[in-house]
């Protein structure tokens, strides 16, 4: 007996004939950008999608995080700002604590992840991590209520082509464009359905882009 799907296929090659024409795929794809302004598009993006901003010098990093930081917190093992202390781990002064891959349901009860980044397109205004030290696990940044990320501006692309160029396509790659949310219930906009509710970027002025 012949499925519905053997019947549509049979007509699609009937309609091309024996030897279809090849065709030709444009892709005059714009693989770089010239933009001037690349820091304050990313920003306008990022408050657009209602993440907060806030813009330090490399001294001033640990502090910031300090800052923005809320309740339990919970950082990604090689963060670069981390120190440790007689009280344990912390970063500017507020303790923390550093993810050691244990059950998810453990991430339940942190308020705050912290995370740096792998690299970010102004254009979309999207982050994207990889899983490297200073980013942790996807569990990380998916299940507690706030997530902090710090970028440094030489991380910063202007096109999707540049972002992905910069990407290690094997690695576990997390794409956060501004805090979760999604309209798909009663077309009413609900924030932290699939992730933070709350997405603070803290944008390093230096050109080292590590």
């Not at 770089?32 to 813009?55: C, K, P, Q, W």
């Not at 339990?72 to 550093?98: F, N």
């Amino acid at each position: 007996m012949t499925s519905a799907r053997d019947e549509i296929l049979a007509r699609v090659r009937t309609a091309l004939g024996p030897n279809p024409a090849p065709v030709t795929v444009l892709r005059e794809y714009r693989r770089s950008s010239t933009m001037d302004n690349v820091i304050e598009l990313f920003e306008d993006r990022l408050r657009d999608y209602g993440a907060t901003v806030v813009h330090v010098t490399p001294d001033g990093v640990a502090a910031a995080v300090a800052e923005q930081v809320r309740g339990r917190v919970r950082v990604a093992p090689g963060l670069p700002w981390l120190e440790s202390g007689p009280d344990g781990p912390h970063v500017g002064g507020v303790a923390v604590e550093v993810d050691d891959g244990g059950p998810a349901a453990e991430l339940d009860a942190v308020d705050t992840a912290v995370t740096g980044a792998a690299a970010a397109c102004a254009v979309t205004g999207t982050i994207v991590l990889d899983g490297s030290p200073d980013q942790g696990r996807r569990a990380l940044t998916l299940v507690p209520d706030r997530h902090v990320c710090v970028v440094h501006s030489g991380q910063i692309v202007g096109a999707v082509p540049e972002l992905l160029a910069r990407l290690n396509p094997r690695a576990p790659l997390t794409f956060v464009s501004g805090p979760s949310a999604t309209a798909d219930i009663e077309l009413q906009r609900v924030k932290g359905v699939h992730g933070p509710r709350q997405l603070v970027v803290i944008i390093v002025a230096d050109t080292t882009g590590q």
